[in-house]
């Protein structure tokens, strides 16, 4: 049922045509990906009388938001319109005015949004409409359909980072034919699509074992430039990795490694030389970094979002400690074997259930599938 101000509930009686505009407000949102974080990927249209007059999305960081864009490609037309946006509207002044004045301004008659904004600072622009004599009607997209489109935004524990856990993977599920052992598993479309992923993410993290036998850039190469290139982090606890690693002698962006107390002072001095930052992390146990701690570090630093691409062995940990929030998992077709290095050692996840947060597509001869873990 409509309402005069939007209430706390989700609508699950929305007319179908309300949902079918939002989901096009949805994905225009996804074009800001790599370039509006850490704010939210927002998409908004406008219609008058059954036809869209207005589209828009926030294009980059500090820019004009979606409901402006959509606001000045309406024009005239927008004066007692409907306005389909996937985030409730902001009502404070940050980069930009707040998006509830412009609509105001414009005389919209309706706003339909997607999800509430839990922020108390920019949240409560539906209210704020709605006592400004605009029909509200939201939000039409559950939690869980709000947390997937903005998963970093939505995080609720801002002690760590949101984090994302990539791995390739074979039909019988390893990552590699032998330890130690590069192995291909993916082709080049999932590959590319590893690289627009990379974008969107403050950090990309992985252990010793994938520098010393891949010796990655983890730089991003792909038709996504983001705005500010991730940082590259390493957790190195005993100083393993070499001084000559590609990701600390190419790219331009930071290189930071995670690294315990017994880590020597003379690898240490190597690795600063070469452009790293040293970062140093208690120990839990031999060749095994506090986790938690690590994570807290991160996130006191600024990340926001994480994307893990292994190996296996710190991939397991994160899980293992509950601390992977979002699961990407490239299958590729070949059977490695019982020699091969299975993607998932030791113990299975922490507690909690896994549902897919996108309809599994194939990406070239891989199949790409992805799942959230859903939150108590």
């Given at each position: 049922m409509e309402t005069e101000s939007a209430g706390p509930a989700t609508r699950t009686d929305a007319p179908p045509q309300d949902r079918e505009l939002l989901q096009r407000a949805v994905a225009l949102g996804r074009r800001g990906w790599g370039r509006v974080h850490p704010n939210p990927m927002v998409g908004c249209v406008i219609v008058q009388d059954g036809e869209v007059v207005g589209e828009g999305w926030h294009r980059e960081y500090g820019e004009a938001h979606a409901e402006v864009g959509a606001l000045r490609a309406a024009g005239e037309k927008a004066r007692d319109a409907t306005v389909y946006v996937s985030l409730e509207p902001c009502r404070h002044e940050g980069k930009t005015p707040p998006c509830t004045g412009a609509l105001l301004e414009a005389k919209v008659a309706k706003l339909v949004f997607g999800a509430r904004d839990p922020h108390p600072e920019s949240g409560g622009g539906a209210e704020e409409l709605a006592a400004g004599g605009i029909r509200v009607d939201g939000p039409l997209l559950t939690e869980r359909e709000a947390r997937r489109e903005n998963p970093a935004f939505f995080h609720r524990e801002p002690e760590r980072p949101w984090t994302a856990?990539?791995?390739?993977?074979?039909?019988?599920?390893?990552?590699a034919s032998r330890p130690g052992v590069r192995t291909a598993i993916s082709g080049e479309a999932a590959g590319w699509e590893v690289q627009r992923l990379r974008a969107g993410f403050d950090a990309i993290l992985v252990g010793t074992e994938t520098v010393l036998v891949d010796d990655p850039l983890l730089t991003v190469r792909g038709p996504v430039e983001p705005r500010v290139p991730p940082i590259r982090v390493v957790m190195d606890a005993r100083g393993r990795m070499s001084k000559g690693a590609r990701l600390l002698n190419e790219g331009t962006s930071p290189a930071w490694v995670l690294?315990?107390?017994?880590?020597p002072a003379a690898w240490r001095a190597g690795i600063e030389a070469a452009g790293g930052r040293i970062v140093d992390v208690p120990e839990v146990?031999?060749?095994?970094?506090?986790?938690?701690?690590?994570?807290?570090?991160l996130r006191?630093?600024?990340?926001?979002?994480?994307?893990?691409?292994?190996?296996?062995?710190?991939g397991g940990a994160l899980l293992e400690a509950g601390l992977v929030d979002r699961l990407y998992l490239v299958v590729?077709?070949?059977f490695l074997g019982r020699g091969g290095v299975p993607a998932f050692p030791g113990s299975p996840p922490a507690e909690g259930r896994w549902v897919p947060a996108e309809p599994p597509r194939l990406l070239g001869d891989d199949l790409w599938v992805v799942f959230d873990r859903e939150e108590g």
């Open positions: 856990l990539k791995l390739a993977i074979s039909l019988d599920g390893r990552i690294t315990g107390s017994e880590s146990e031999k060749d095994r970094l506090a986790l938690d701690i690590a994570f807290r570090t006191q630093e600024g990340v926001r979002s994480l994307l893990c691409e292994g190996g296996g062995v710190l590729g077709g070949a």
